[in-house]
T-cell receptor, first 110, second 112 residues
Framework: GQQVMQIPQYQHVQEGEDFTTYCNSS?????IQWYKQRPGGHPVFLIQ?????EVKKQKRLTFQFGEAKKNSSLHITATQTTDVGTYFC??????????FGQGTRLTINP | DAGVIQSPRHEVTEMGQEVTLRCKPI?????LFWYRQTMMRGLELLIY????????DSGMPEDRFSAKMPNASFSTLKIQPSEPRDSAVYFC??????????FGPGTRLTVT
């Protein structure tokens, strides 16, 4: 079945450094979503990407969808302590359901 | 809007007992999802409903798990009998379409 792999599993940075997490699917995706989960919290929707090669920005966050629609990335510029949490990608393939990656846990040293 | 409501927030039970988790989706959302989150397996989709009808239950681990959605504003996930390996955080999420999902706060289940 469809698998979504996410790397790295953990990332620790100094405040102000950049951060990137990568998502790869075993199959072509119709769209991909990104969620953020704060420690002890629940996943919160960030964005959805649909088009091949699409790039979207939300303030310091940049999201990309690969040309082949099998990979995606989330880049955070100049991290802040409020960025702490686990970032999940979730891909939707031929079936309707979303398949979540394992997540990248981001910790930040202030 | 109150968001997705789940109860209880925490549940501690003994192995062999029946556990019922409850969810009230956001009004007007046609889709409801049940997820389980553990450190080992991450976030797993157990089952989802569209207009109260179960669409895909392929993620339900075994027959001990069952889910119902008797109406548009209520769903339950039942585990009978519960086992220690069922310990996890169970999330309910709802969606107005197959777009973003709104997650509830989760139920932390501990089976001893």
């Amino acid at each position: 079945g469809q698998q979504v792999m996410q790397i790295p599993q953990y990332q620790h940075v100094q405040e102000g450094e950049d951060f990137t997490t990568y998502c790869n699917s075993s199959t072509t995706l119709s769209n991909i979503q990104w969620y953020k989960q704060r420690p002890g919290g629940h996943p919160v929707f960030l964005i959805q990407l649909v088009k091949s090669g699409e790039v979207k920005k939300q303030k310091r966050l940049t999201f990309q969808f690969g040309e082949a629609k099998k990979n995606s990335s989330l880049h955070i510029t100049a991290t802040q302590t409020t960025d702490v949490g686990t970032y999940f990608c979730a891909g939707r393939g031929g079936a309707q359901k979303l398949v979540f990656g394992q997540g990248t846990r981001l910790t930040i040293n202030p | 809007d109150a968001g997705v409501i789940q109860s209880p927030r925490h549940e501690v039970t003994e192995m062999g007992q029946e556990v019922t988790l409850r969810c009230k989706p956001i009004s007007g959302h046609d889709y409801l999802f049940w997820y389980r989150q553990t450190m080992m397996r991450g976030l797993e989709l157990l089952i989802y409903f569209n207009n109260n009808v179960p669409i895909d239950d392929s993620g339900m681990p075994e027959d001990r798990f069952s889910a119902k959605m008797p109406n548009a504003s209520f769903s339950t996930l039942k585990i009978q009998p519960s086992e220690p390996r069922d310990s996890a955080v169970y999330f309910c999420a709802s969606s107005p379409a197959l777009y973003e999902q709104y997650f509830g706060p989760g139920t932390r289940l501990t089976v001893t």
